[in-house]
């Protein structure tokens, strides 16, 4: 059981902000909606959530139509991108707060003060309950705001970019809890957002959407490893995935895809897929190389435009006759602007586009694990 939506659209001022959109979200499912801003998918979260209403489709809570059902008779949880706590509360209040309201059953004040408690050192809060909102930092103002959400024990969570105020280490902190918390609660988790590594670092399930379409869903390496286009393939990858544009020839019996003279992958086994002239050769991040790993790696000379530190890891912006580029180094490199470098690229490890349909035809190798 879980939630599914059924041809959901919604109209803003004559505008058509989510177009018709189908999903299946099972019980024990961590869902991400991904995309930019302006993609609808806090729009899809609060009609899901009963906060809004569709122009049309229906909402079903397991297998029960629950599209006419107010927000507030719903068995849901909602967490927004603001820190939203009552200041006039302390912390131990506010997570107290839903749980005085039940609409399951009253509990008593025992009961209530062992979920506060075991919520708030689930997040890490529990040294601070006696605090008001305004006297904590914004990571435990947040912490606050999601304890209070599990405490209402919903079937259903819905999150609304819950990360976006915070700092890059607070961030990194909280996919790691909400990971480990949510995994072990039961029911459905949405989680709206438009960072890619929200999804690959917490999610079971991806929607990756695109003007109010839900381009391409499904378990998360399901979708990240069989992008079904380019823009599936660009904005679900961290960093963004490079693409090389490419033209078929054929030479002789064989049939390559041509970036430049230097730079031409051998797809002749994929020859029969292969219908247009035009093509889109992307390649995630990680999988251009500094060093010469195997023999049949094609070499690049690239122009280096920006070099910086991304934790443990470093991310190269490069030029390639005009082409943008980004590698992903899983070391500290010091590489100056400007610097000319050879970087080396696997021809197995290739997915291949079609410019005129963005649709993916294929992917170079006999395994892809990229």
Wanted: glycine share 8%; proline share 4%; charged share 25%.
């Amino acid at each position: 059981m879980g939630i599914v939506l059924e041809n959901i659209t919604k109209i803003y001022d004559g505008k058509t902000v989510l177009n018709n959109i189908s999903l299946d979200i099972n019980d024990g499912d961590f869902v991400t909606l991904l995309g930019p801003t302006g993609t609808g998918k806090t729009t899809l979260l609060r009609i899901m959530a009963g906060i809004e209403r569709p122009d049309r489709g229906r909402v079903f809570y397991n297998g029960v139509d629950v599209t006419d059902v107010p927000v507030q008779k719903r068995d849901i949880a909602m967490v927004y991108q603001q820190f939203i706590n009552y200041p006039s509360m302390t912390i131990y209040e506010n997570i107290a707060s839903p749980l005085k309201i039940s609409r399951k059953k009253k509990l008593s004040k025992k009961v209530i003060d062992e979920k506060v408690r075991a919520n708030a050192k689930l997040l890490g809060i529990d040294h601070v309950l006696d605090h008001y909102p305004e006297e904590v930092s914004g990571g435990q103002k947040q912490r606050t705001a999601i304890a209070r959400a599990l405490s209402k024990d919903s079937q259903f969570i819905f999150l609304d970019e819950p990360l976006a105020n915070l700092d890059y280490k607070l961030r990194e902190e909280l996919r790691g809890e909400l990971k480990r918390i949510f995994r072990n609660k039961g029911g459905a988790v949405v989680y709206a957002t438009p960072e890619p590594v929200d999804a690959l670092a917490m999610a079971t399930h991806v929607g990756v959407m695109q003007g109010g379409e839900v381009l391409q869903y499904g378990p998360v390496q399901e979708v990240y490893h069989n992008p079904s286009c380019v823009d599936v393939g660009s904005y679900f990858s961290y960093p963004t995935m490079n693409m090389f544009p490419a033209r078929l020839v054929k030479k002789g019996s064989r049939s390559l895809l041509a970036v430049s003279d230097n730079l031409q992958i051998d797809v002749s086994p994929l020859s029969g897929k292969m219908t247009r002239e035009d093509y889109l050769l992307g390649v995630h991040a990680y999988a251009l190389s500094i060093t010469r790993e195997n023999d049949t790696m094609i070499p690049i000379e690239t122009t280096v435009e920006l070099s910086e530190v991304v934790g443990s890891d470093t991310e190269l912006h490069l030029d390639y006759h005009g082409i943008k580029l980004v590698m992903l180094l899983q070391q500290l490199v010091s590489i100056e602007i400007g610097e000319e470098i050879e970087v080396y690229l696997d021809p197995d490890r290739f997915y291949i586009f079609e410019t005129a349909t963005k649709s993916l035809v294929a992917k170079t190798g006999q395994s892809q694990a990229a």
